[in-house]
């Protein structure tokens, strides 16, 4: 509790003073100290102030009498004591009836009350009140300590200031993430990530007030300490610091043990996760025994989804961040993976997901039955959750999709990934039985003579294009997919019909194969095909980067 009105007022030397206005709030009203005033105010007043005077001059004056009373209130004072007798024999009922509609705590003192008695004892009074209080703090701190030395969770600690402050208490970690709250309190994540972002130390939710403290060690943010109080105000809150900052080092320790532990099993977690992928155990029952010691289910059916971030350094510099970008990945990387957890649990299903080097390594638990269904409602839930300027390509191995097919579905999700950045660019998905013609074709362009047909007909196209500027690869994909529609490939083209058989003409001469023969056609249609595939020209943030996809 903080030092108030009615503890000045319960002082001895006190007997005899009469309240006349806001006697409400003599159990709020804070005092922090004491001064003897007359006018004019000016900036002698200080906030919380305990204010002694004689009214002199205000005595025979109500305008000056309000001017002096308005300005005291506004000055933040807690409380003005006027002295009756010589100057002022009867305080007007003008004036009190003012006071009460500031809800300003008015007194009146008896003529022979000692203005340095009364100044003294109420500075005893504080000084002992502080010193009451330190002692309550340090005992508060020790019985935390004792309390994480004893393997109370952070939990006991919460409700042990919750008793103290008279306020629901929330613990966070410094992404915002809960680690402990007491038996009253229920603050949203919406409400959490709110006061995180605002530089002051309060904000009002309906008729409670949200306060935050920070939990640092070392100069390093491990989290903040958020206390909920009905009817409070930040003065309230100064009041109680003192008791707060002892707490922080020893919810310091829990959290810095939570967070040790949370890393530890995180690592080992994502261990265990690429090790399924890369097929990397020695037996199916080391396999079994490890995911029942991390509580996985493996004996579900899953479905591999690899997905890519293409712009995390431009979401980097919007957001200004102060951190280096190292510290600030490694900060998104965490969020991700909470958020994983949240979009699959929003539509009910098991997760066994990581982040890593830009790409997330994540396995669905799905009916065999709506794989690609599921797949999909869980990437827009996943999506929603992430920075809403993220690109993000996927790729889902559904052919794979089962009871421990692990590994075969991590290869067929990184080969849909890949094609499908190559075939659309950034920021596209595509499923493993998407790419099942691209595969056959893959395999046929290993042999030598693909390779050399695939260099004979589209390398002369490509170095043709790169000394004259003449698109020659797009006109032929637009020609084939218009299947030889003169008309139609003009209009998707955007080219005057002469210019487009310019071109056509250009393609035939320069890989000797006529267009109007099927054979012909077919086989610069395959090594269209092959070419998206290899080598993919991508646009990212308007800067031309050539990227070889070698699969």
């Avoid at 009146?108 to 000084?127: G, N």
């Avoid at 997330?360 to 839930?381: E, G, S």
Wanted: proline letters at 2%.
């Amino acid at each position: 509790m903080s030092y108030t009105l009615k503890n000045v007022l319960s002082i001895p030397v006190m007997t005899g003073a009469k309240v006349l206005t806001a006697k409400e709030k003599i159990d709020t009203s804070h005092v922090q100290s004491v001064s003897v005033i007359e006018m004019p105010v000016e900036d002698f007043v200080r906030k919380n102030e305990f204010v002694l005077t004689t009214a002199i001059g205000c005595g025979e004056n109500p305008a000056f009498f309000r001017t002096f009373v308005h300005d005291v209130f506004h000055a933040g004072a807690a409380a003005l004591a006027i002295a009756i007798g010589r100057h002022v024999k009867k305080i007007p009922n003008e004036i009190i009836e003012y006071a009460k509609s500031l809800h300003f705590p008015l007194i009146e003192l008896p003529w022979e009350m000692r203005f340095s008695d009364i100044t003294r004892s109420i500075l005893e009074s504080i000084y002992n009140w502080e010193q009451q209080t330190q002692t309550k703090a340090d005992s508060t701190q020790r019985s935390l300590l004792n309390m994480y030395l004893c393997g109370k969770s952070i939990d006991d600690a919460a409700n042990l200031l919750e008793t103290e402050i008279s306020g629901a208490v929330t613990i966070v970690n410094g992404d915002g993430y809960v680690k402990g709250r007491s038996t009253q309190a229920n603050l949203s994540k919406e409400a959490i990530n709110s006061l995180l972002k605002l530089p002051s130390k309060e904000m009002a939710i309906g008729k409670s007030i949200l306060f935050k403290m920070t939990i640092e060690t070392n100069q390093k943010l491990l989290g903040y300490i958020l206390i909920t109080k009905e009817s409070s105000s930040l003065d309230e809150f100064m009041f109680q610091s003192l008791l707060l900052e002892q707490a922080t080092m020893p919810l310091s320790l829990w959290l810095q043990h939570s967070e040790s532990s949370e890393a530890t099993l995180v690592k080992i977690k994502e261990d265990f996760i690429w090790s399924l992928a890369k097929e990397e155990f020695e037996s199916s029952e080391a396999v079994l025994n490890k995911a029942h010691a991390l509580s996985f289910n493996i004996r579900k059916p899953y479905v591999c989804l690899i997905g890519q971030i293409e712009n995390s350094k431009q979401l980097f510099e919007q957001e200004h961040s102060e951190d280096p970008y190292e510290d600030w990945i490694k900060k998104w990387e965490r969020t991700l993976q909470h958020e994983m957890s949240s979009a699959a649990a929003s539509i009910n299903r098991d997760i066994l997901g990581t982040y890593r080097n830009g790409r997330f390594l994540i396995y669905l638990q799905v009916p065999l039955d709506h794989i690609r269904q599921i797949a999909y409602d869980f990437l827009d839930a996943l999506e929603k959750r992430v920075h809403h300027k993220a690109i993000i390509s996927w790729g889902i191995g559904e052919n794979q999709a089962g009871i421990q097919t692990f590994s075969e579905g991590y290869k067929d999700a990184r080969t849909a990934l890949e094609i499908v950045r190559a075939q659309h660019g950034p920021g596209h998905r595509g499923t493993y039985a998407d790419t099942e013609l691209y595969n056959v074709l893959l395999s046929i362009s290993l042999s030598t003579e693909a390779q050399k047909t695939l260099h004979s007909l589209l390398y002369s196209l490509v170095d043709y294009e790169q000394k004259r500027g003449l698109d020659l690869i797009d006109t032929l994909t637009a020609y084939i997919a218009n299947f030889g529609n003169i008309s139609q490939t003009s209009r998707a083209l955007n080219l005057h019909r002469q210019s487009l058989l310019y071109r056509l003409k250009k393609i035939e001469s320069l890989t000797g194969k006529s267009l109007t023969d099927p054979d012909d056609l077919l086989l610069l249609h395959l090594s269209i095909k092959l070419w998206s595939i290899r080598f993919a020209i991508q646009y990212h943030q308007n800067e031309k980067e050539t990227v070889a996809l070698l699969l």
